[in-house]
């Protein structure tokens, strides 16, 4: 997609303070964080949104979730917890229609979200 910011940023047209690469995935700190960390990872192939992963069904979704704890690990919040959002639809908050995981942690994150 030529006008999507996330393949933009893939494609190192667009700056972003990248964090971890991996074959199928970029993971890249967020621009407006909510939480001490809190990074993006995103597949490098263009999906439109959670649902989209899942239905492309050729283990991409599994290697993004497997980036995400690397993420983690990496940032050093695997102890006390992290969490790990996936927002589908614009009543879900998303708003870059480009599949993404927001990586959070470093502060206790309360529940219900929102």
Known sequence: MTD???????????????????????????????????????????????????????????????????VAVQEGVVEPGYRVVFNTGTGAGQTVFHVHAHVLGGRSLTWPPG
């Open 4 to 70: 999507c910011l996330f393949c933009k940023i893939v494609a190192r047209q667009i700056p972003a303070e990248i964090v971890l690469e991996t074959g199928r995935a970029l993971a890249f700190r967020d621009i407006n964080p909510q939480a001490p960390t809190h990074v993006l990872v995103v597949p490098k192939a263009h999906h439109e949104n959670a649902a989209a992963l899942a239905a492309a069904d050729d283990g991409l979704a599994d290697d993004l979730l497997t980036a995400c704890h690397a």
